[in-house]
């Protein structure tokens, strides 16, 4: 595939990621006559893990694995080819950014997108690797409207938990919203909605134990952090929200993080770095959605292109 003032050996562009920002990044590259390389830990990201979408324009119902697939098949039907590997380091050297892989030596760029995405942070308690999408998940709206009537748990006292717990007691019959101190850490303005809707029940000094079920999800346990005391909650769906974490450690020093390690982007999904873009859950655009990611991937690449032809 032809590049655009490139020399041998060196890509137009290198995209770190390969969900949906990452894989959208490289459709828009390869339609603008970019030589890209595309690197990826796994192909289709997060995404692939939820049950069900409801909510990504033009597929009405599709399951996170479906949607993965489509969305990796168009990009190979432009002859994008991704490399399943993991980014370890990186480096400019002049106009170069050299690309450091764990098993598959370097890669030589103009451009680099970083896609690298966000892992939910896990209880790490018994029972929820064993449900994990039989019941616990890490996305309210992705896989909230499954439960509807039903009863649900949200473990979490952050603005995430608290907007999970408020989108799901539209849907759920019973929301438990478990938080291991005795008040949220959340904003005032969620915390008084949460105490306004009469269907979410507060679970307080309470931290998980252990989650439980034959099939799918049955229960969940609680102890009491100051007395001890185990209850059990009979609920269908247990939904995660302790907060996401960013594998970006290999950026320090390259990129400007936040405090979350969220790579910091402006309106175009440029960088603090000249020539490195970035986009999807890894930066710190708030919302974090399927659609957005995809959404933010195009506009990174649009501006990579620009980049690369000033």
């Not at 050299?98 to 939910?120: H, Q």
């Not at 007691?169 to 850490?185: G, N, Q």
């Amino acid at each position: 595939m032809t590049g655009l003032l490139v020399s041998d050996g060196v890509y137009d562009v290198v995209i770190v990621g390969a969900g949906p920002a990452g894989l959208t990044a490289a459709i828009y590259c390869v339609r603008s006559g970019l030589k890209v390389r595309v690197i990826g830990r796994v192909v289709g990201g997060q995404v692939a893990e939820a049950s069900l979408v409801e909510n990504y324009p033009g597929l009405k119902a599709v399951s996170g694995f479906e949607l993965a697939k489509r969305i990796a098949e168009h990009a190979e039907s432009l002859g994008v080819d991704v490399l399943v590997d993991e980014v370890v380091g990186i480096e400019q050297v002049g106009d170069t950014f050299i690309v450091k892989t764990s098993a598959s030596g370097d890669f030589r760029c103009r451009a680099l997108i970083l896609a690298i995405g966000a892992e939910p942070s896990r209880l790490g308690v018994k029972g929820e690797e064993e449900f994990r999408g039989k019941g616990v998940s890490y996305c309210a709206t992705c896989d909230g409207p499954l439960f509807k009537g039903k009863d649900v748990a949200v473990v979490g006292g952050g603005n995430s938990a608290l907007d999970a717990a408020l989108y799901l007691s539209f849907i759920a019959k019973t929301v438990y919203l478990i938080h291991r101190r005795d008040e949220f850490r959340a904003a005032k303005a969620l915390v008084d909605k949460v105490v306004e809707r009469e269907n979410i029940v507060r679970v307080l000094k309470r931290v998980p134990i252990e989650i439980g079920g034959s099939r799918f999800v049955e229960w969940i346990k609680v102890r009491n952090v100051e007395t001890g005391e185990v209850e059990e909650l009979r609920v269908s769906g247990v939904f995660i929200e302790v907060g996401r974490s960013v594998k970006s450690d290999f950026l320090k020093g390259f990129v400007e993080l936040d405090d979350k390690g969220q790579i910091i982007v402006d309106s175009l999904c440029r960088t603090s770095r000249r020539g490195v873009f970035a986009a999807g859950d890894a930066t710190n655009i708030p919302y974090k959605q399927a659609i957005i990611a995809a959404g933010e991937g195009a506009k990174a690449a649009l501006s990579a292109y620009e980049y690369l032809r000033g």
